[in-house]
């Protein structure tokens, strides 16, 4: 559904994205894999529109979206869950949920969709008067997600799921990942945490300094030598 086709991406005179090409099939968990200032963040900014691309074209469903605004392309289906979840603390969690339903593709399920996140994430509505700010982290991430969510995608990006978050709720956040996917949302996971990745991931990406360096299903990956011996220090 999502085609990178020879993305080259500067900051100035640095190069951040060489060349970068892949694909992202519909209905899939796929990961984004690298160590840190390997290019991750510049590749979904550059999904999202929010850096521009000195060349290289990408697409959603054959459609170029490279010249698009940010706003233009949350309305074409791509929502990105940013690291570090930047929520607004001082705002009850249904706020903050609603504040992702601004988009014209939004709006018109917003019912269903606010129905389709309490159910995935009971706890939320429990809670849902309560401000953001005093929840625990890994009940941030979920109305992190949840507010992606509330924006109808058809891709969700989620920048650094498993960051400052206990291996357990990890785990929980990851059975919550499959439902969604199983609800027909693409979902790409853009994490340096490579086997828990690889764990859930149909396919995955590793990029290095910008380029990309490894790729494949996420299965074959695992037992890749140079992966093992570079991220998984085996
Ligand atoms: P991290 O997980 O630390 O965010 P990353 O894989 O997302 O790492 P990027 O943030 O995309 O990596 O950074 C790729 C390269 O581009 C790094 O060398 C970084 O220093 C550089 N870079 C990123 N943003 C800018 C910027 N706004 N101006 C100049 N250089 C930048």
Redesign the pocket.
């Known amino acids: 559904m999502l085609k990178l086709q020879n993305v080259n991406l500067f900051?100035?005179e640095?190069q951040?994205l060489w060349d970068l090409s892949f694909e992202i099939k519909e209905g899939q968990i796929a990961a984004l894999l690298?160590?840190?200032?390997?290019?991750?963040?510049?590749?979904i900014n550059a999904i999202s529109g929010i850096e521009k691309i000195s060349s290289g074209e990408i697409t959603l469903f054959d459609k170029e979206i490279h010249k698009m605004s940010p706003h233009e392309i949350v309305e074409e289906g791509i929502i990105q869950v940013p690291?570090g979840r930047k929520l607004f603390n001082y705002m009850p969690i249904q706020e903050n949920l609603e504040l992702g339903a601004y988009s014209k593709r939004a709006k018109k399920d917003f019912k269903k969709n606010l129905r389709f996140v309490y159910d995935l994430f009971p706890i939320l509505e429990e809670r849902k008067s309560q401000m953001a700010g005093d929840l625990s982290g890994g009940q941030q991430q979920m109305v992190a997600i949840a507010r992606g969510l509330m924006a109808n995608p058809k891709l969700l990006i989620i920048d650094?799921l498993s960051l400052g978050l206990a291996p357990i709720l990890v785990q929980q956040l990851i059975k919550d990942l499959i439902n969604i996917r199983n609800t027909g949302i693409t979902i790409l996971l853009v994490e340096?945490n490579v086997q828990q990745s690889l764990a859930i991931a149909s396919d995955a990406y590793v990029?290095e300094n910008?380029r990309l360096a490894l790729s494949g299903n996420a299965t074959e990956l695992i037992n890749d030598p140079h992966l093992k011996k570079a991220y998984l220090g085996m």
Request: hydrophobic fraction near 35%; avoid cysteine.
């Open positions: 900051y100035g640095i951040a690298g160590a840190n200032a390997a290019g991750k963040s510049s590749a690291e650094e340096q990029l910008g």
